[in-house]
């Protein structure tokens, strides 16, 4: 069983930044790919940020350039850096790993940000 533990969310104000982090405990050169997705309330899951096991980085268009997802293989760690945060970016936010054809969802940290 691949467990995901997300840490660091919390409350922001508008233009401020939060680091989120997710624990794996497995190797995270094991999966094919991790992501961060985030769920507002009453709106859909959507993903934010990708990174491949080549390094490779995929962001959402509503990032523009605001946050960096980024890996330390040492600790197996996969954080999410938000920058210039906006209050739409108020949500749930999941990490999620992709080990075959299977995926693994931590259980979440609230990200809240005031106007």
């Known amino acids: 069983q691949v467990q995901l533990v997300e840490s660091g969310g919390g409350l922001a104000q508008t233009g401020g930044s939060l680091s989120l982090s997710c624990a794996a405990r497995l190797s995270i050169l094991s999966f094919r790919a991790l992501e961060w997705h985030r769920q507002a309330p009453g709106k859909v899951c959507e993903l934010v940020a990708k990174?491949?096991?080549?390094?490779?980085?995929i962001y959402a268009d509503f990032v523009e350039d605001r946050f960096t997802i980024s890996r330390d293989v040492a600790k197996n760690i996969v954080a999410l850096q938000m920058n210039r945060l906006k209050p739409e970016d108020t949500a749930v936010y999941y990490c999620?790993?992709?080990?075959?054809?299977?995926?693994?969802w931590g259980q979440g940290t609230q990200v809240s940000v005031s106007s």
């Open positions: 999620n790993a992709l080990l075959g054809c299977q995926t693994y």
């Open positions: 990174l491949t096991s080549d390094g490779r980085t």
